[in-house]
């Protein structure tokens, strides 16, 4: 059975910081590329950040030089590093796995952020 599941939302004011954590099961994880996905009320989901399995790495602009995406196949697990957290930031935020055909999703983790 394959699960993602994420952890490490929460509230945070505007230009803090949090570190989500998506650890995954049943899936050769080391092959696959490892996204995080966020959607706020009311608006479509959107693509965060990507590694792949070289670990390589992509950011919306949006999150550019504020967000770092890493994984550690050792461990099965992807995280996300947000830092200098924006209102604009706040959505629940969904961990993604992909290869091939075969793509996989995790329930969510909520970030609000506000003062």
């Known amino acids: 059975q394959v699960q993602l599941v994420e952890s490490g939302g929460g509230f945070v004011q505007p230009g803090g910081s949090l570190r989500l954590s998506c650890a995954a099961s049943g899936i050769s994880f080391k092959m696959y590329s490892m996204a995080w996905y966020r959607q706020a009320p009311g608006k479509q989901r959107e693509l965060v950040a990507t590694?792949?399995?070289?670990?390589?790495?992509n950011y919306a602009d949006s999150v550019k030089g504020r967000f770092t995406i890493s994984r550690d196949n050792a461990e099965r697990t992807v995280y996300l590093q947000m830092n200098s957290l924006k209102p604009e930031d706040a959505a629940v935020y969904y961990c993604?796995?992909?290869?091939?055909?075969?793509?996989?999703w995790g329930q969510g983790t909520q970030v609000t952020v506000s003062s």
């Open positions: 590694v792949a399995h070289d670990s390589s790495t």
């Open positions: 993604n796995a992909i290869w091939s055909s075969l793509i996989y």
